[in-house]
C-alpha cells in the first residue's frame, strides 16, 4: 500500500491536490511567477523543478511525461522551448520562493513563486584567487642593487636578476672549462 503524503492535503484529496499542482505549474510557466499561500509554493517547488529537468532533456519521451501531468500543449511547448534553453546551464534551483506577508482576508501567509531565469555566475573558489596571483609575484617587486666604488642604485626587477645570475653561471663555468684544458 503506498504511503500517504505527510501533513493535510491541499484542500481535497489526492486527485484534487496533483490537479491543482498541474494548474499552479501551468500557471507559474505561463507567467513567469505566481503569488500563492506558502504552502501550496512549498509543494508545487518539487513538481515545478522536475518538470523543467524534464524539459531540458528535450526528447519525445520527456515532453510525454510532462504532457502526463500538464494537459496544455501551448504551455507544454512554452516549457520546452523557451524556459528549457534559459536554464540549459543551471544544474537547479530553477525556482524562487519568496514571502510577502499575509492575506488580508484569512491571514494566511502569502509568498511569490517565480522562476530563476538569470544566467549562472559562477563562483571563483579560494585557490584560484591565489593561482592568480603567484604569477603576478614574478614581476612585481623591483631590487636596489648599489655599485661599491659609485655609489650609484640600479633599478632590476626579479626576472632580471634571475637571468643576470644565470649568466653569470654560465660564464663562471666556461671559465673553468677553459682553465682546465
Do not use: C
Not at 131 to 156: Q, S
Amino acid at each position: 500500500m503506498p504511503k500517504p503524503t505527510k501533513g493535510p492535503r491541499l484542500g481535497g484529496g489526492p486527485a484534487h491536490e496533483r490537479l491543482m499542482l498541474a494548474n499552479l505549474a501551468a500557471a507559474l510557466y505561463t507567467h513567469k511567477r505566481i503569488t500563492t499561500t506558502e504552502t501550496k509554493a512549498k509543494r508545487l517547488r518539487p513538481l515545478a523543478e522536475r518538470l523543467i529537468t524534464f524539459a531540458k532533456r528535450g526528447d519525445l519521451h520527456a515532453r510525454r511525461r510532462v504532457l502526463a501531468v500538464i494537459g496544455d500543449k501551448a504551455v507544454v511547448h512554452e516549457l520546452f522551448a523557451v524556459i528549457a534553453p534559459q536554464v540549459a546551464d543551471r544544474e537547479g534551483g530553477y525556482t524562487r520562493i519568496t514571502k510577502i506577508g499575509n492575506r488580508k482576508g484569512d491571514n494566511a501567509p502569502m509568498a511569490v513563486i517565480e522562476l530563476v531565469l538569470e544566467p549562472v555566475v559562477k563562483k571563483e573558489r579560494a585557490a584560484k584567487p591565489a593561482a592568480e596571483t603567484a604569477p603576478v609575484a614574478d614581476e612585481a617587486p623591483a631590487e636596489v642593487v648599489e655599485d661599491a666604488p659609485e655609489a650609484e642604485a640600479e633599478v632590476v626587477t626579479e626576472s632580471e636578476a634571475a637571468v643576470d645570475e644565470a649568466a653569470g653561471a654560465e660564464a663562471s663555468e666556461e671559465s673553468a672549462e677553459a682553465e682546465a684544458k
